[in-house]
């Protein structure tokens, strides 16, 4: 299974970018990284998923460089309410999401 | 559509207890799939479904079991439960192949004293 290693917290303020890099040293070829956020007593909820370059949805941009051995996930202007757990993962395929410890944000005013 | 829905919420069980935790969809997925998670950690996946009549391990299956006669339900069962149990159990779905944004319900924590 691909190991993901990301920072275990970060902080912020609001208005700000926040970049959050992850790396994958032994991604397989196939294999998607895919970013879930989750709050505290809740389930994740996927934010967003690539396989190269970049993929940008309403809420996250998602930049994987050609060697596909990391990624950064970039959240634009960040508000208090961005205060999460954000977990890096390596989708094989295989139907089994393997989570790490993810990356605590704060985000303060 | 409610999404993926868990009952109970909380639960305290004894050493020895057995429980089932129950889990329904009404998105029409077929794979389903079974998480706790530990204080302070990610998420480890116990069991998983393909579809009605289909189940597979994950990481951590001991002292756990599951079963899928319908494409809504998922329950997960916990036998002889043990003090390693206690942790916030999710459920979640998904409608195709990859795992590609996997839907979770709002959890069950279990407390085993």
């Known amino acids: 299974l691909a190991k993901t290693t990301q920072p275990i917290s970060m902080d912020s303020y609001e208005g700000q970018e926040v970049n959050i890099t992850c790396s994958h040293n032994n991604i397989a070829t196939n294999d998607y990284i895919t970013w879930y956020q989750q709050f505290p007593s809740q389930g994740p909820r996927f934010i967003i998923q690539g396989y190269k370059t970049k993929v940008t949805n309403e809420v996250a941009s998602l930049f994987i460089p050609a060697d596909r051995k990391s990624s950064t996930l970039s959240l634009p202007r960040v508000s208090l309410s961005d205060t999460a757990v954000y977990y890096c993962?390596?989708?094989?395929?295989?139907?089994?999401?393997?989570f790490g410890s993810g990356t605590r944000l704060q985000v303060q005013p | 559509n409610a999404g993926v829905t868990q009952t109970p919420k909380f639960r305290i069980l004894k050493i020895g207890q057995s429980m089932t935790l129950q889990c329904t969809q009404d998105m029409n997925h077929n794979y389903m799939y079974w998480y706790r998670q530990d204080p302070g950690m990610g998420l480890k996946l116990i069991y998983y479904s393909v579809g009605a009549g289909i189940t597979d391990k994950g990481e951590v299956p001991n002292g756990y079991n599951v079963s899928r006669s319908t494409t809504e339900d998922f329950p997960l069962r916990l036998e002889l439960a043990a003090p390693s149990q206690t942790s916030v159990y999710f459920c979640?779905?998904?409608?195709?192949?990859?795992?590609?944004?996997?839907?979770f319900g709002p959890g069950t924590r279990l407390t085993v004293t």
């Open positions: 979640a779905s998904s409608p195709d192949s990859r795992t590609y944004e996997q839907y």
């Open positions: 993962l390596v989708d094989t395929g295989r139907r089994a999401l393997t």
